[in-house]
């Protein structure tokens, strides 16, 4: 009986042995979940702060938290509750697929850190997929005096917060999708046309306003600066005939729709020609050059394209 006794033991020790082996590291989670690795994911960085619980209630109304948690790269510009507030909107008021585009509109598929970004404006898209076509909708992102901002109405307060999976800016101020009118408007290059647009005949601000989808090719401050001379002595019925020369409606034409020689029907009635060389070049009916400097900003109902000059119509 001694015996069988002791070997009972020692059977009974080398299971623990075992078992205490095969259980060295792991944690084990209340819902039988095992997970030995910790994460510091763009969610875990937001969930983890308290100033992020609007943003995080959100992602999880959206089931956009998995996505973030996924391998992306991604860069977030991340609104504060202070921001959510300041918006001034009831969230639990906004559908689901409006408060997802809004959410993805911060979002970028890529790594944005502040060092990689020119100095100025550039243009970056977002993961919000909801312009015409399908088209993922852009932001202006301006750095200039060290301060940076997005859409010239949020600042980054925390640039290059690091993530697992890509980075975080933190802003104070929610973003919301912009149309034709409002990249127009965020733009300080466009200043001039918006006043042109408020000024001209045709209620121009509204109908660019309304559900497109429009082509705009946009002229810059100096092509107006180079022209005042003349844009001084229409009457706002002409400046609207000059203004809408630039529209094409019913279409959201990209850059990569565009060939040598294709000849355009604008708003205005009239037509101009797209020119491809060395660079993409528009020529007016009055066989005026200007060039496209900046291409495929994509609104929510349309999209914008910069050009140097103002196009003019034969008036």
């Known amino acids: 009986m001694n015996s069988i006794f002791k070997l009972l ?26 997970n030995d690795e910790e994460t510091n994911t763009i969610v875990d960085i937001a969930a983890g702060d308290d100033q992020f619980s609007t943003l995080v209630s959100a992602l999880q109304r959206t089931n956009l938290v998995e996505t973030l948690q996924g391998d992306g790269p991604f860069t977030v510009f991340a609104p504060t509750n202070d921001a959510f507030d300041a918006l001034g909107v009831d969230l639990m008021t906004i559908s689901d697929d409006d408060l997802t585009e809004i959410l993805l509109y911060h979002v970028l598929p890529s790594v ?23 088209n993922a909708l852009s932001l202006l992102v301006e750095i200039s005096g060290g301060r940076i901002t997005v859409n010239n109405s949020s600042n980054v307060t925390t640039a290059d ?22 990249h127009a408007q965020a733009n ?12 001209a005949s045709g ?24 022209i005042a001379d003349v844009t001084a002595t229409l009457s706002p019925d002409q400046l609207g005939s000059v203004l809408t020369y630039h529209v094409i409606s019913g279409a959201n034409v990209l850059s990569s729709d565009l060939s040598d020689n294709m000849v355009v029907s604008t708003v205005n009635g009239q037509e ?18 200007s060039d496209v400097i900046i291409t495929d900003v994509q609104a929510t109902n349309g999209v914008v394209h910069a050009i140097s000059n103002v196009l003019i119509p034969t008036l």
């Open 9 to 34: 033991i020692l059977a009974f020790l080398s299971i623990s042995i075992v078992s205490c082996g095969d259980d060295d590291g792991i944690v084990l989670f209340p819902d039988g979940d095992n």
């Open 112 to 134: 944005a850190l502040t060092e990689n970004l020119a100095q100025g404006q550039s243009y970056l898209s977002t993961a919000a997929e909801t312009g015409p076509d399908d």
């Open 161 to 182: 917060v690091d993530a697992d999976n890509g980075v975080i800016h933190i802003i104070d101020s929610v973003l919301t999708p912009l149309d034709v009118v409002g």
């Open 188 to 199: 300080s290059s466009f200043s001039s046309l918006v006043t042109a647009l408020t000024g």
């Open 203 to 226: 209620e121009l601000v509204s109908v660019l306003r309304g559900d497109g989808p429009f082509t705009v090719f946009a002229p810059v401050n100096s092509g107006f600066d180079a």
């Open 272 to 289: 101009f020609t797209v020119l491809i060389g060395d660079n993409v070049q528009i020529q007016d009916a009055g066989g005026n050059l």
